[in-house]
């Protein structure tokens, strides 16, 4: 197996002489661990979001003999964390993997690829699914109540998409959407951390009898509607954001696809486009 050798981590907002003491506690760890001869490590760039502490950290590891490197997004910087990984990982032997875990939103899990990581770890996916948000890919010009096709369903659950009751004009209660850290898009779509999200918790979807997005083959999209999904939320059913989960891990699996295939044909990153 591989052993991930985390050492001693602080927060990007620690002083400079907490994260230095930081740097050598978690550069000694790894020596020792080394030295027992455990088997194959992955080891853990300290530096807590100090620049010059983090290079030099990455300068040393860069030396040892570990099978690739693990970066926290909570010690990189909140503005500019881009930039400081890219350098990070230039220094790095090329080769060997870099995981990052702690990706905050779809757009961090992104740039973390387009920075040279080869794994991101996150839990935002099912964070968003207990607030009842599913990631979706409709434009803003596109109304979910009129692109996204019927599911198969019985009868008895309802008219089908043809039938289904166009989106509320109500106004949401900013308060409220402030709180989740989301925008108002349109009636029950929102934006949270560059995603376009639909809000499973939105009175508009109480008659869309369709799954979450047109052509989704998830398990959810593929056996329930919205109507449902939002009903389980209104209950509060255990079952709400489980479904919600089962959908945001296929949306997400094929977006990593996507990126996958996109590294595989050599295409630069930098500018890809979802």
Same mark, same amino acid.
């Given at each position: 197996? $591989?052993?991930?050798?985390?050492?001693?981590?602080?927060?990007?907002?620690?002083?400079?002489?907490?994260?230095?003491?930081?740097?050598?506690?978690?550069?000694?760890?790894?020596?020792?661990?080394?030295?027992?001869?455990?088997?194959?490590?992955?080891?853990? $760039?300290?530096?807590?979001?100090?620049? =010059?502490? %983090?290079? /030099?950290?990455?300068? $040393?590891?860069?030396?040892?003999? *570990?099978?690739?490197?693990? *970066?926290? !997004?909570?010690?990189?910087?909140?503005?500019?964390?881009?930039? &400081?990984?890219?350098?990070? $990982?230039?220094?790095?032997?090329?080769?060997?993997?870099?995981? %990052?875990?702690?990706?905050?939103?779809?757009?961090?899990?992104? @740039? +973390?690829?387009?920075?040279?990581?080869?794994?991101?770890? #996150?839990?935002?996916?099912?964070?968003? +699914?207990?607030?009842? %948000?599913?990631?979706?890919?409709? =434009?803003?010009?596109?109304?979910?109540?009129? #692109?996204?096709?019927?599911?198969?369903?019985?009868?008895?659950?309802?008219?089908?998409?043809? @039938? +289904?009751?166009?989106?509320?004009?109500?106004? /949401?209660?900013?308060?409220?959407?402030?709180?989740?850290?989301?925008?108002?898009?349109? @009636?029950?779509?929102?934006?949270?951390?560059?995603? !376009?999200? %639909? @809000?499973? /918790?939105?009175?508009?979807?109480?008659? =869309?009898?369709?799954?979450?997005?047109?052509?989704?083959?998830?398990?959810?999209?593929? !056996?329930?509607? !919205?109507?449902?999904?939002?009903?389980?939320?209104?209950?509060?059913?255990?079952?709400?954001?489980?479904?919600?989960?089962?959908?945001?891990?296929?949306?997400?699996?094929?977006?990593?696809?996507?990126?996958?295939?996109?590294?595989?044909?050599?295409?630069? &990153? #930098?500018?890809? /486009?979802?």
């Amino acid at each position: 197996g $591989i052993n991930a050798e985390y050492g001693v981590s602080t927060q990007s907002t620690g002083s400079k002489k907490r994260a230095d003491k930081s740097c050598y506690r978690s550069l000694s760890w790894l020596t020792e661990t080394l030295a027992r001869g455990v088997g194959r490590v992955l080891a853990y $760039i300290p530096g807590s979001g100090h620049e =010059q502490l %983090m290079l /030099k950290s990455a300068q $040393i590891l860069a030396t040892r003999e *570990v099978e690739g490197y693990v *970066v926290e !997004r909570a010690a990189l910087p909140v503005k500019g964390w881009t930039h &400081l990984l890219r350098k990070v $990982i230039s220094l790095l032997p090329p080769g060997r993997p870099v995981y %990052m875990f702690g990706a905050l939103n779809e757009t961090e899990l992104i @740039d +973390a690829y387009r920075c040279g990581c080869h794994c991101v770890d #996150t839990s935002f996916l099912s964070r968003y +699914a207990t607030q009842g %948000m599913a990631l979706v890919s409709s =434009q803003p010009n596109e109304s979910p109540a009129v #692109t996204s096709q019927p599911v198969a369903v019985d009868e008895k659950f309802g008219p089908s998409l043809a @039938d +289904a009751v166009p989106a509320s004009k109500a106004q /949401k209660s900013e308060k409220s959407d402030a709180k989740r850290g989301v925008k108002l898009v349109f @009636d029950g779509m929102v934006e949270a951390g560059g995603s !376009r999200i %639909m @809000d499973l /918790k939105d009175k508009s979807l109480v008659r =869309q009898f369709v799954g979450f997005e047109e052509g989704c083959e998830c398990f959810t999209c593929s !056996r329930h509607t !919205r109507a449902y999904v939002h009903h389980l939320f209104n209950t509060n059913e255990m079952l709400g954001p489980t479904l919600v989960s089962l959908h945001n891990l296929h949306h997400v699996r094929g977006l990593v696809k996507r990126i996958r295939e996109a590294v595989e044909s050599g295409i630069d &990153l #930098t500018d890809w /486009k979802v």
